[in-house]
């Protein structure tokens, strides 16, 4: 048995080896052929990337918004022709192969891709056709700082089917485009900066803003760059357990709302221990009662 076995696999081998030495020209040319469609693929890729990356760069002496705007085209272009070129890659390579032609691998790739839209493949679509819109739409670029749902960071890169995020912790985000259901773009429109000051109940209220509105207000020129107005004394927002709050309120240039609230909490405080007012704590008052027992004589 073993011997009928051995014959056997000898005989495939051998007619293994006669069929490549029969056709091993061939052979060779469709190996050239492959590696021909490879290079042309690469090379075809980087004269995208360099073309994209010279605009990215022309980009840097326009406008802030306009840079932006020109920074995420070119990834999306970037993106969409990688797509492209490794699918028409991927059709001439079988026709090497001798799995048709190209046109014909053409028409199959699109009666499977409709089969595959029909039982699973929607999702991609949706990535994809979610992330065009948003490009046409504008509602982000690279460089904007945004929220998308539940997500914040600093677009670095959109592509066809998935944006790019890198939070403040430098962590890189990767997000579906058709899981994107609310954005939030902080770099569009000017910033708020906001912030809370905490008073005692037993300080004198409009001495303390008076106080605040000097300290914000020295603060404002040291920042000036930055603001778009002058800090605000809203008054009194909110009478707590253990403070009388008073709400500080300043618009700044896009998402420099985070510094300037550092620096005015900086500022009040600063103020507040120059002034003698301190910041009040939690606090509890304890009332003890005395209950005299049943049948004793008062002292």
């Not at 696999?9 to 590696?35: H, M, P, R």
């Not at 605000?232 to 300043?250: M, P, Y």
Request: one cysteine or more; proline letters at 3%; charged letters at 20%.
């Amino acid at each position: 048995m073993s011997g009928i076995l051995g014959k056997t696999i000898t005989e495939y081998f051998n007619g293994f080896l006669s069929t490549l030495a029969e056709n091993s020209g061939l052979l060779f040319w469709k190996g050239i052929g492959i590696l021909l469609v490879i290079l042309g693929g690469k090379l075809v890729l980087n004269l995208i990337s360099r073309m994209t990356a010279s605009q990215i760069k022309k980009s840097e002496d326009m406008p802030e918004m306009q840079a932006r705007r020109v920074q995420t085209m070119m990834t999306m272009t970037r993106s969409t022709f990688r797509y492209i070129v490794y699918g028409i890659c991927t059709l001439m390579i079988l026709a090497q192969l001798g799995f048709g032609n190209a046109i014909n691998n053409l028409l199959l790739s699109a009666g499977i891709g409709s089969l595959a839209l029909g039982i699973g493949a929607q999702s991609l679509i949706k990535d994809v056709v979610t992330g065009f819109f948003m490009m046409f739409e504008k509602q982000f670029s690279v460089g904007d700082y945004v929220k998308l749902d539940d997500v914040e960071g600093t677009v670095t890169a959109t592509a066809m089917r998935v944006t790019y995020l890198k939070n403040f912790a430098g962590q890189q985000i990767i997000i579906p485009n058709g899981s994107i259901g609310r954005v939030i773009n902080y770099s569009r429109m000017d910033s708020l900066a906001k912030i809370t000051v905490g008073t005692p109940y037993e300080a004198d209220t409009r001495q303390v803003m008076e106080v605040l509105d000097q300290a914000v207000k020295a603060y404002a020129k040291e920042v000036k760059d930055i603001l778009v107005e002058e800090p605000k004394i809203q008054g009194i927002t909110d009478l707590a357990d253990s403070s009388v709050n008073i709400t500080v309120i300043c618009r700044t240039l896009p998402c420099c709302h985070w510094e300037v609230e550092r620096g005015l909490r900086l500022a009040v405080k600063e103020a507040l221990d120059k002034a003698g007012i301190g910041i009040p704590y939690p606090q509890q008052d304890v009332h003890l009662k005395m209950e005299k027992e049943e049948g004793s004589q008062p002292n």
